[in-house]
């Protein structure tokens, strides 16, 4: 069996990178070549050396590397392993997926112990909690021979929304569906974000190219977003509701858009750059797994992008994790209304049509719910059915899928 390359990422590549490095080698040698690196250079961390070394697994000849020393590797995955790492984390051409399991930082863990051997404990704790990670690295990523066919379908539907989102990236006008006759009447048109709550306000304000018509509903114009605050948009697109927002939170906030494709990346910086947009960036990610930092945002909106996903829990998994205690979301996606047939959920243009990747509201809740949300409320808008009719014409879709919003929050 080919073994996988895997690139584990961190800050200084000096102690949580190495020990993942070394318990890969370890336990996995026969299925995975393991390396490691940093964003900076900080020498390997003598106490990692000497816990692993506890186990019996010796990093001592393990040595600190920068990125650009592997750079040309063809990895199979790169695992970040502290936020910082993450946030900074290039895009990696190729096959390499990027995964984040964020680890304590045993430095700052032991910072303020006195004791030789509480202050070793912290980094036992670490290491043993990197052990756990490698010991049942991902189910599905051990091998092609192994890789599960959920698995399999996931990639094939995430190659597809990026295909088509790329698609509308570089042309002229943004229809919705490969079949649509360029902005005709459909929601692809730019001039639809009008029927979704737009004013006209909002669509001459911003940079031209950045309202892509793609959304099924205003999430920022419900979020309450306050002068200062950091907020970040799922699948900001060409950049419409981040600029939106970008006047609420003023120039003491922030936003951040995040998007799994390349060439909406760069229209939104370059949209971004137009208009002269100092408070927001934009990151090239997937919405599972987020180049950014726990604890980091006050505000989540997102516009008819989760839907899209083929990992929901991981995407509010991960919502979760970046939320500052007591932060919120506010989404406005697609519900489904009632079962959605096999034969739409089996088609990749209805799913990258924002159709078939829909759940239900029940199960909405219940995996907001499960990664800790209060306060959930979740409104349907039934009169989108009036809109969703025109995606995929004559097909019968608003039968079964309205727009809505979700709201909920992370507690205290």
């Given at each position: 069996m080919k073994k996988l390359k895997v690139l584990f990422l961190c800050t200084g590549n000096s102690c949580r990178s190495q020990m993942a490095e070394g318990w890969a080698r370890y336990l996995k040698g026969d299925s995975i070549d393991a390396y490691s690196a940093g964003i900076?250079?900080?020498?390997?961390?003598?106490?990692?050396?000497?816990?692993?070394?506890?186990?019996?697994?010796?990093?001592?000849?393990?040595?600190?590397?920068?990125?650009?020393?592997?750079?040309?590797?063809?990895?199979?995955?790169?695992?970040?392993?502290?936020?910082?790492?993450?946030?900074n984390c290039p895009y990696f051409p190729g096959r390499a997926k990027v995964i984040h399991v964020g680890f304590d930082d045993p430095p700052k863990l032991a910072a303020n112990v006195s004791d030789e051997e509480a202050k070793l404990d912290c980094y036992r704790h670490v290491r043993d909690k990197i052990a756990e990670f490698i010991s049942g690295f991902p189910d599905g990523y051990l091998g092609e021979g192994n890789i599960k066919m959920s698995e399999i379908e996931k990639d094939k539907v995430r190659q597809e929304v990026r295909k088509r989102?790329?698609?509308?990236?570089?042309?002229?006008?943004?229809?919705?569906?490969?079949?649509?006759?360029?902005?005709?009447?459909?929601?692809?048109n730019a001039e639809a974000s009008a029927e979704v709550g737009y004013s006209k306000e909002d669509m001459i304000s911003v940079p031209e190219g950045s309202n892509m018509g793609l959304g099924c509903g205003n999430p920022q114009a419900i979020a309450a977003l306050k002068e200062g605050e950091v907020m970040l948009d799922l699948?900001?697109?060409?950049?419409?509701?981040?600029?939106?927002?970008?006047?609420?939170?003023?120039?003491?906030?922030?936003?951040?858009?995040?998007?799994?494709?390349?060439?909406?990346?760069?229209?939104a910086r370059a949209n971004a750059q137009k208009g002269g947009y100092e408070n927001v960036e934009f990151r090239l990610g997937e919405i599972e797994y987020l180049p950014v930092a726990d604890s980091a945002v006050d505000v989540i909106i997102s516009n008819?992008?989760?839907?899209?996903?083929?990992?929901?829990?991981?995407?509010?998994?991960?919502?979760?994790?970046?939320?500052?205690?007591?932060?919120?979301?506010?989404?406005?996606d697609v519900a489904a209304v009632k079962?959605?047939?096999?034969e739409v959920r089996d088609d990749l243009s209805k799913y990258s049509g924002c159709v078939a990747g829909a759940i239900q509201v029940s199960e909405i809740r219940k995996t907001l719910e499960g990664e800790g949300f209060k306060n959930i409320k979740i409104a349907i808008n039934e009169d989108s059915k009036r809109f969703i009719k025109d995606w995929f014409p004559g097909s019968g879709v608003e039968e079964y899928v309205r727009s809505s919003i979700i709201e909920a929050e992370k507690g205290e």
């Open positions: 900076e250079k900080h020498g390997l961390n003598p106490y990692a050396v000497k816990v692993m070394a506890e186990t019996g697994v010796d990093i001592s000849k393990q040595y600190s590397k920068l990125l650009d020393e592997v750079r040309d590797i063809d990895f199979d995955y790169v695992v970040t392993v502290c936020g910082h790492a993450h946030e989102y790329a698609e509308i990236a570089e042309s002229e006008c943004c229809c919705r569906t490969a079949s649509s006759s360029c902005c005709a009447d459909t929601l692809g699948g900001s697109g060409g950049g419409f509701d981040c600029f939106l927002a970008a006047r609420q939170v003023g120039k003491n906030g922030r936003v951040i858009g995040v998007d799994m494709t390349p060439d909406m990346i760069s229209k008819c992008v989760i839907n899209l996903s083929p990992d929901k829990k991981q995407v509010f998994s991960e919502a979760f994790r970046v939320l500052k205690p007591g932060g919120r979301i506010t989404i406005s079962p959605i047939p096999k």
